[in-house]
């Protein structure tokens, strides 16, 4: 991949909020993805403010070996210059949770 990853380690409360990521010197950034995963809450989560929502997906609330369900998503931005991008958070404003996030250039 031409571009830079970084990965919002496991925060443990607030909603997925996706890190900045810094444009990388010499090359042109093609799309930006944001990828969230929520801890044991089945909800349907929002794409963040100016991103497209790829898929979304919940599993059921159901317990299986101690483990309940939980909610991923990902959404893209074609970005229209070379600069930081902060996707900010997924919705909705109940998932407040254990998380990961992630924000990938490519």
Known sequence: LGGNSITN???ASGPPD???NAAVSGSTSKVIVAIAMLDDDR???TAPSGYTLAGAIATDNATSDGITGSATA???KFPTSETTE???VFGPSTAID???SYTLRV
Request: charged residues 10%; hydrophobic residues 20%; proline residues 17%.
């Open 86 to 88: 902060n996707p900010g």
């Open 98 to 100: 254990s998380h990961d």
């Open 9 to 11: 380690e496991g925060n």
């Open 74 to 76: 990902i959404a893209y």
């Open 43 to 45: 909800l349907t989560m």
């Open 18 to 20: 996706p890190p900045s």
